[in-house]
């Protein structure tokens, strides 16, 4: 197929009027490490769950505020919590449970923004309480 020279031109003009659309920047990277499970060496303590939120590529003027919460299987959940990440990145992040409210299942980090996803999960255990 060819162009004639005129419509070669009319191309040109259309595309030297028509603003290209701004390139959307690329959220922030999330990720959820070390996520450990401990139970307590007194038998029927907390369990206590670990973990580091690891953060970087925020867009400029973007706060770096990340949403997460624990939760655990049974449909449990720990409150909402909101963290502001400083210059490393790395904020390291904990929860408790009872273990008069569970005894095993599994627990892990639920990110709701500046992304959408849960980290892997962990067990927890203690046939003792």
């Given at each position: 197929?060819?162009?004639?020279a005129s419509a070669a031109s009319l191309a040109l003009a259309i595309a030297a009027i028509v603003p290209l659309a701004p390139a959307v920047a690329a959220g922030p990277t999330v990720t959820v490490q070390n996520v450990e499970s401990r139970?307590?060496?007194?038998?029927?303590?907390?369990?206590?769950?670990?973990?580091?939120?690891v953060t970087s590529n925020w867009p400029p003027g973007m706060p770096h505020v990340v949403k997460y919460h624990w939760a655990r299987s049974g449909n449990h959940a720990w409150r909402m919590r909101t963290i502001t990440m400083d210059a490393s990145g790395r904020r390291h992040v904990r929860a408790e449970l009872n273990p008069l409210e569970a005894t095993r299942?599994?627990?892990w980090v639920h990110v709701y923004s500046p992304v959408n996803f849960r980290s892997p999960?962990?067990?927890f255990s203690n046939s003792e309480c």
């Open positions: 197929m060819r162009f004639s139970n307590s060496i007194n038998g029927c303590g907390l369990f206590r769950f670990d973990a580091d939120i299942g599994f627990a999960r962990v067990g």
